[in-house]
């Protein structure tokens, strides 16, 4: 398993957080099940999140290579969703 986590913006995944809004955090173009799993992203959740490898992709227009890297941190806030991540070099 691992997180999958899209952006449509060329500018994303420099290292800074990034914020969704709740509603489409783990929830779009998420199967039921995962969503019911990690969906209420309590501390449970966070914690598991965080263990799992991450892909850091572009919307296809873009055309940028995707990142990788691990979750530091998730903080749901008004609404929002606000992570913390670091990335990692892969060779190619």
Not at 18 to 29: K, L, M
Not at 54 to 71: M, S
């Amino acid at each position: 398993m691992y997180n999958l986590l899209v952006s449509s913006n060329a500018e994303a995944w420099n290292g800074e957080p990034w914020q969704i809004e709740f509603s489409r955090c783990v929830r779009e173009y998420t199967e039921n099940a995962i969503t019911e799993r990690f969906g209420t992203l309590d501390e449970a959740a966070v914690s598991e999140l965080k263990r799992l490898p991450c892909i850091f992709a572009y919307e296809a227009f873009n055309q940028l290579t995707p990142k990788f890297g691990l979750i530091r941190d998730i903080a749901k806030r008004q609404g929002q969703v606000r992570i913390e991540y670091e990335l990692q070099a892969v060779d190619p």
